[in-house]
């Protein structure tokens, strides 16, 4: 099980820190032309959405893997399964049932990883 979470809170870490790289990098403008979601945000929210999904995804990797609060990891895990609900509710408010499974499977992998680590096999 301990494996299982490290996978699954590593993969996820990664697909986080790489589309909230891309949210602070890419200009707005740019980015609202290859996905129409951001249209409906000021470019300081998509670039506040990119930095919660760095600090999230280093959050659910690093505190672990130092060794310096690893409670912190199902915490990460908690808010960006949070995270993760609202883009949910935002793509049926949108009626992106296309690209709903992403975000379903990002959602449950939180959820996964947070009750594992809370309760299965937290770290310490």
Not at 85 to 91: L, N
Request: glycine residues 12%; without cysteine; hydrophobic residues 60%.
């Amino acid at each position: 099980m301990n494996i299982a979470l490290w996978v699954v809170a590593g993969v996820i870490a990664v697909g986080f820190i790489a589309g909230g790289i891309v949210k602070l990098t890419m200009l707005h403008e740019k980015y609202a032309a290859k996905l129409h979601w951001p249209q409906d945000f000021t470019p300081s929210n998509v670039k506040f959405m990119g930095i919660i999904e760095v600090v999230g995804g280093l959050g659910l990797v690093l505190p672990a893997l130092l060794g310096i609060a690893p409670v912190l990891v199902p915490v990460a895990a908690s808010g960006m399964a949070l995270y993760m609900a609202g883009a949910v509710t935002e793509r049926i408010r949108r009626a992106e049932y296309a690209e709903l499974l992403g975000d379903l499977l990002f959602l449950g992998g939180m959820l996964f990883v947070a009750w594992g680590r809370f309760a299965i096999s937290p770290f310490g």
